[in-house]
């Protein structure tokens, strides 16, 4: 009879803790994209651009903010009722390369450096460098909106201006893996 009890409660503790690890499991495999986001903000605000490009699938990142530049350059062209010129998309792979880098990805995560204005140097006819005028004197705030997609994975996290809510920046992060999220697209607030 003792035999019985203590079997029992063998096979009662070994469920529990089953139990717990499945729990566990699927509760880090929910939280995680939440934790990636704040481990990119933490990145961010510390100025650790290593520790967050991490999370940066740049090439992804590169390439669909090419595709926006560029959509938004044909709309504005139509809107002028010109042709779309093809020329543009030698400055925009030159503006997505120089800016889409670490620092660049930081400053516009966090809000903290606004992109002024750009300064391409131009020597006999060829674009060189692409130049970010960044400026630092104030820190922007910012309302942040974390949230699943449309299954589990996708994550958007939201940033909007508090003083100007109409622009907001939609960065998307893609699941590798059971746990680990990166930063596959960002979508920019263009306006109308």
């Known amino acids: 009879m003792q035999l019985h009890t203590e079997n029992s409660s063998v096979r009662f503790i070994a469920i529990s803790l089953l139990v717990f690890l499945a729990v566990s499991f699927v509760g880090y495999w929910y939280w995680s994209p939440y934790y990636a986001a704040d481990q990119i903000k933490n990145a961010v605000e510390s100025g650790d651009t290593t520790k967050m490009s991490k999370f940066i699938d740049f090439p992804k990142v590169r390439l669909n903010i090419q595709r926006q530049i560029n959509n938004q350059i044909d709309i504005k062209l139509q809107e002028f009722q010109q042709m779309p010129v093809s020329s543009h998309i030698q400055l925009v792979d030159r503006l997505v390369r120089d800016l889409i880098t670490e620092e660049g990805i930081a400053a516009l995560i966090s809000g903290k450096n606004k992109l002024s204005k750009y300064a391409s140097h131009e020597e006999h006819g060829q674009l060189k460098d692409v130049v970010p005028q960044v400026k630092d004197d104030e820190p922007c705030d910012v309302e942040v909106e974390k949230k699943y997609g449309d299954d589990f994975n996708r994550f958007y996290v939201t940033l909007t201006g508090k ?30």
């Open 163 to 192: 003083d100007e809510p109409e622009d907001k920046v939609l960065i998307t992060l893609s699941r590798e893996g059971f746990f680990f999220w990166r930063v596959t697209n960002v979508l920019l607030p263009f306006g109308a």
